[in-house]
C-alpha cells in the first residue's frame, strides 16, 4: 500500500529520555524472549533485586490484559532500564532487542483505503517541538518502522493482522463512524476530511507571514460546524463531495455561558488528562497489582488510600472545578476562563494547528487509536483537550503572576496531553461506550469555545 507521510512535520529523537517515564510498556512473549535470560541485576547497581517484568501471561490469556508481561517502572515511574538517560536494553543486545513498542515509538500508523498515513505522536518531546529532519524525507525510516508495526501488531495476537509485503484487503477505516447513528464510507469521509484539512493548513504554516491572524478558537469552531453540516449532508441523502464549497459562518452565540452539562464534561475531561495521571503516578504501586491482589489485606489499605485519592481529585475537579494540580497547588478553572489574557502568540497559535493538522492526518482522533470514537465524539474530544491546554496554560501564567500564555508551558502541556490521549485505545469497551456517547451531541463546546476566546485580547 502507498505510504502518505504529512508535509511540514519534523522529527528525530533527541535522546532526552523522558519519553521513558509515566509508562509500563506492554511486551509479546516474543519481547520477552528476547531479554528474560539475560541476568539484569548483575549487570549494574540500578538494577540490582529489583523487579523488573510483571507477569500477566494469566489476564492475557483471560482477556483482562493487553500482554503477557509488562516492564515494571521505578517508584519515579520510570522504566527501570533508563539508565543515565539511555536504555539499557539497547545498549547491552542491541535495538532490536528492545520491546517492540519502543522501537516503534513515536512513529505511528493508519492504514486505509488509499494508503498508510504515517506520522509521529506528541507524546515524544522531540515530536511536540517538531525538532528534527523532515518526516516527508524519512520515507525508508517510516517503511522499515511499518514493516516492524505489522509484526507487533500480529504478535499480540488482535484482529489487526495484516502481512507487511501484500497488505490487507480491509482495514478499520472501510465504514466510519461520523456520529453513532450515521455511517460513511471511506470515500464520504474523505470529503470531510479534505476540508477539514483545508480550514486547519489555512491557519498552519511553519514560516509565519508579517501580520499572521491564526486564530484557534475559530477553527475549532469552524470543525464543530463542519461535522454537523456534513452530518446534515448524509442525513439528507446528498453527495458530501458539497463540504468542499462549504464555507464556515462562525457564528457566535449571543449568550456564550456554558451549561452545567458543558461545564460538567470539560471538567471531566480536565480531570482525565491533567489530575487522574498525577494521582495514578503517585500511586504507581497499586496501579500496577494485580486486580486480584488489590484487595488482599497486605494491600486493601494502600487500594482504598489510592481510591480516596482518586474519588477526591474527581470531586474538586468535575464538581467544584478547583482542582490540586502538581507544583500549581489548588486553582479556580472558572477564574482561569474569564482572566483577561494577552493575544495569544503566533507561536502557541501555529503549535496548536499543527498538532491538529496531525490528529487529523494521522486518523487518531476517532476509531480505534481513540477509544473507538465517532469523528462526532472525537472533534468534540480534541476540542475540549485544546481547551484543557489553554486552561491549564492560563492556570500556569496567573501562578506566575503573568497574563500571557508560554510557549514552553503549551509545549509541555501538549506533550503531556498527548500521552494520555495515547492511552484511550486501552480502555475498557464499557468506559469507551460512556466517553463516546457523553460527547455525541453536536457542537457540544461551542459556548466554552467562544467564552474562553473572550477572554483574549485580539491581534
Do not use: C, F, H, M
Given at each position: 500500500m502507498d505510504l502518505i507521510l504529512p508535509q511540514d512535520i519534523n522529527y528525530s529523537c533527541q535522546g532526552c529520555g523522558k519519553c521513558c517515564s509515566g509508562w509500563s510498556v506492554g511486551m509479546t512473549m516474543a519481547d520477552y524472549a528476547n531479554v528474560k535470560d539475560t541476568d539484569w541485576q548483575s549487570l549494574h547497581p540500578a538494577?540490582?533485586?529489583?523487579t523488573l517484568f510483571l507477569d500477566r501471561q494469566a489476564e492475557f490469556e483471560a482477556g483482562t490484559s493487553q500482554y503477557p508481561f509488562f516492564t515494571n517502572p521505578t517508584q519515579d515511574n520510570v522504566c527501570p532500564f533508563l539508565i543515565d538517560d539511555l536504555c539499557f536494553i539497547h545498549g547491552l543486545l542491541g535495538a532490536d532487542k528492545k520491546p517492540m513498542a519502543c522501537q516503534i515509538f513515536p512513529y505511528a500508523f493508519a492504514e486505509t483505503p488509499a494508503g498508510v498515513y504515517a506520522g509521529v505522536y506528541y507524546s515524544s518531546k522531540a515530536a511536540v517541538r517538531n525538532m528534527g529532519v523532515p518526516l516527508s524525507e524519512q520515507r525508508q525510516v517510516f517503511q522499515e518502522y511499518l514493516e516492524l508495526s505489522y509484526k507487533y501488531h500480529n504478535e499480540r495476537h488482535t484482529n489487526f493482522s495484516v502481512d507487511a509485503v501484500e497488505g490487507t484487503k480491509k482495514t478499520p477505516f472501510d465504514t466510519i463512524a461520523l456520529t453513532p447513528a450515521c455511517q460513511l464510507t471511506w470515500q464520504e469521509y474523505s470529503h470531510f476530511e479534505n476540508r477539514a484539512m483545508q480550514l486547519i493548513k489555512e491557519q498552519y504554516v511553519d514560516q509565519k507571514p508579517e501580520g499572521y491572524q491564526g486564530d484557534i478558537f475559530r477553527t475549532l469552531a469552524m470543525l464543530s460546524?463542519?461535522?454537523?453540516?456534513?452530518?446534515?449532508i448524509k442525513t439528507a441523502g446528498a453527495d458530501l463531495?458539497?463540504?468542499?464549497?462549504?464555507?464556515?459562518?462562525?457564528?457566535?452565540?449571543?449568550?456564550?455561558t456554558m451549561s452545567s452539562v458543558e461545564h460538567m464534561t470539560l471538567r471531566m475531561l480536565f480531570y482525565r488528562y491533567y489530575i487522574y495521571p498525577q494521582v495514578r503516578a503517585k500511586d504507581a504501586r497499586q496501579g500496577r497489582q494485580k486486580r486480584a491482589d488489590s484487595l488482599k489485606s497486605q494491600n486493601l489499605m494502600g487500594t482504598l488510600m489510592a481510591f480516596g485519592k482518586f474519588a477526591g481529585g474527581g470531586l474538586d475537579t468535575i464538581v467544584s472545578g478547583k482542582p490540586n494540580i502538581e507544583n500549581l497547588g489548588k486553582v479556580d478553572l472558572e477564574k482561569a476562563m474569564d482572566a483577561p489574557f494577552a493575544a495569544i502568540d503566533p507561536e502557541i497559535t501555529i503549535l496548536f494547528h499543527r498538532w491538529l493538522y496531525l490528529k487529523l492526518f494521522l486518523k487518531t482522533y476517532f476509531g480505534p487509536a481513540a477509544a473507538g470514537f465517532s469523528v462526532l465524539s472525537g472533534i468534540n474530544n480534541i476540542t475540549a483537550a485544546l481547551l484543557c491546554v489553554i486552561l491549564h496554560g492560563k492556570a500556569s501564567a496567573m501562578a506566575a503572576g503573568k497574563n500571557s500564555l508560554l510557549l514552553p508551558q503549551a509545549y509541555e502541556n501538549l506533550w503531556r496531553l498527548d500521552r494520555e490521549l495515547l492511552t484511550l485505545s486501552q480502555i475498557a469497551q464499557q468506559e469507551s461506550r460512556i466517553y463516546n456517547s457523553g460527547l455525541s451531541a453536536p457542537r457540544l463546546f461551542n459556548k466554552g469555545i467562544h467564552a474562553l476566546e473572550k477572554s483574549f485580547q485580539k491581534q
Open positions: 538494577l540490582a533485586g529489583k460546524e463542519l461535522v454537523l453540516i456534513a452530518r446534515n463531495s458539497q463540504l468542499a464549497q462549504y464555507q464556515p459562518t462562525n457564528k457566535i452565540p449571543a449568550d456564550t
